[in-house]
């Protein structure tokens, strides 16, 4: 199966931290990465492959990976970052699959 | 700097046909693969897409395959989104997305277009 499932919603105080998984088959072969959304907006790229960071995306985000897990962690989150956030794999077959979506809320 | 955009979205019935366009600008797009990603009106994202850097390999999504055809113009900077045989379950917001490997796609997708909505409905 290429299905990747993520937690629905999260919170986090402010200035705390929060991790959101990502588990699914295909991250056992595959570097998935990681896209921050809100409303109205398209989706960001923030995490990517072996915990790398595009240009311009604060170091307070950090990725791991471990077997079929992908893991993004917000540390010393800031209102800014409240926002639906998405993994992402491809298969083996050409196929890219997205995951069901995190809402993540910042107290 | 990179700019995607996406235009060709609007209201169509069931079983019709439209194409979307995406211009880019910004890179060379002769060197990178891209994809297309959709999301109905309160859902998640879901990849449809991508094509090759030449337009020799394409893969889609079950849900659409044999219904839309992706395309490229190497000499417009220009990908395309022929969607056939449209169902009300294709309603979304299509995005078009770099891939940022280049030649060879690993399915980050680093630029994105801000969208066109396709609503299919009678």
């Known amino acids: 199966s290429s299905e990747l499932t993520q937690d629905p919603a999260v919170s986090v105080a402010l200035g705390q931290t929060v991790r959101i998984t990502c588990q699914g088959d295909?991250?056992?072969?595959?570097?998935g990465s990681w896209y921050q959304q809100k409303p109205r907006q398209a989706p960001v790229l923030v995490m990517y492959?072996?915990?790398k960071r595009p240009p311009g995306i604060p170091d307070r985000f950090s990725g791991s990976n471990s077997g079929n897990t992908t893991s993004l962690t917000i540390t010393g989150a800031q209102a800014e970052d409240e926002a639906d956030y998405y993994c992402?794999?491809?298969?083996?077959?050409?196929?890219?699959?997205f995951g069901t979506g995190t809402k993540v809320t910042v107290l | 700097q990179v700019h995607l955009e996406e235009s060709g979205g609007g209201v169509v019935q069931p079983g019709r046909s439209l194409r979307l366009s995406c211009a880019a600008s910004?890179?060379?797009?002769?060197?990178?693969?891209m994809h297309w990603v959709r999301q109905a009106p309160g859902k998640g994202l879901e990849w449809v897409t991508i094509i090759s850097y030449d337009g020799n390999n394409k893969y889609y999504a079950d849900s659409v395959k044999g219904r839309f055809t992706i395309s490229r113009d190497n000499s417009k900077n220009t990908l395309y989104l022929q969607l056939n045989s449209l169902r009300a379950e294709d309603t979304a917001v299509y995005y078009c997305a770099r891939d940022l490997n280049g030649y060879v796609p690993d399915y980050y997708f680093d630029f994105w277009g801000q969208g066109t909505l396709v609503t299919v409905s009678s």
């Open positions: 295909s991250l056992r072969n595959y570097y």
């Open positions: 910004g890179f060379t797009f002769s060197t990178y693969g």
């Open positions: 492959g072996k915990n």
């Open positions: 992402n794999s491809r298969d083996s077959s050409g196929k890219g699959v």
